[in-house]
């Protein structure tokens, strides 16, 4: 008895890729996976705070829109379906590309070329001006993640903070002091803003007597 197996080659097209590394070899489930991008200049460097969204057509931030760390990675989890990634910085030359729908984890290496600019990724900034506060509560970085319902800041903090304040006006006037969380959900007028303003305090003690530390009031840019 001849068993006969069929073999269909899978072609896409690949615009911005120099290599691809499977980070597990294990297959996981149909509906979500790790899509990661490594991004590099054309010396092989990692660039860091390069803007990266990944999503669909029509809504090109819908599974992540965020920053390279220091090593120039990102990763989201995301759906088994075809993505449309967009990875730009200034001075470089916007890249966007499709990938085809994959059910296992991933990281994509990109090379992005000095030159005009080309598809932007708008995932706001990292931390941008500031004014002095008292330390230690100390702001190195903020991560904009534009999701389909809202805007999130999730902020790369030490200090321990208890407690943030966010507003589109710089003397907060408009804000109150709320419970902090490593992810901040911004509501339709804060997420709809060019820039808002945050500030973060750690405090303890009671009405009479305390001691409180606070940040300086930053600012983030939600549009370039």
Request: hydrophobic residues 40%; proline residues 6%.
């Amino acid at each position: 008895m001849t068993i006969k197996t069929n073999l269909s080659s899978l072609t896409g097209k690949l615009v911005m890729s120099v290599a691809v590394v499977a980070l597990s070899a294990m297959a996981i489930p149909a509906t979500a996976a790790t899509f990661g991008v490594r991004v590099v200049d054309n010396n092989g460097a990692p660039v860091a705070g390069a803007a990266v969204c990944i999503g669909l057509q029509g809504n090109y931030k819908q599974f992540g829109a965020t920053f390279t760390d220091s090593q120039g990675q990102v990763s989201v989890e995301v759906p088994n379906v075809p993505l449309l990634v967009t990875v730009s910085k200034d001075r470089f030359t916007g890249i966007r590309t499709t990938e085809p729908a994959r059910s296992f984890n991933l990281l994509k290496q990109v090379k992005l070329l000095e030159g005009v600019p080309g598809p932007r990724c708008r995932a706001g900034s990292v931390l941008a001006e500031s004014e002095p506060g008292v330390p230690p509560i100390t702001v190195s970085s903020i991560a904009v993640r534009a999701g389909p319902v809202s805007t999130t800041l999730a902020p790369d903090v030490t200090g321990e903070p208890s407690q943030y304040r966010v507003s589109t006006l710089k003397d907060f006037s408009d804000a109150k002091w709320k419970k902090f969380d490593n992810l901040i959900a911004l509501n339709g007028a804060l997420s709809d803003a060019d820039k808002i303003y945050l500030q973060m305090r750690k405090r303890s003690g009671s009405s009479k007597a305390y001691l409180e530390s606070v940040s300086d009031v930053l600012t983030v840019r939600l549009t370039n």
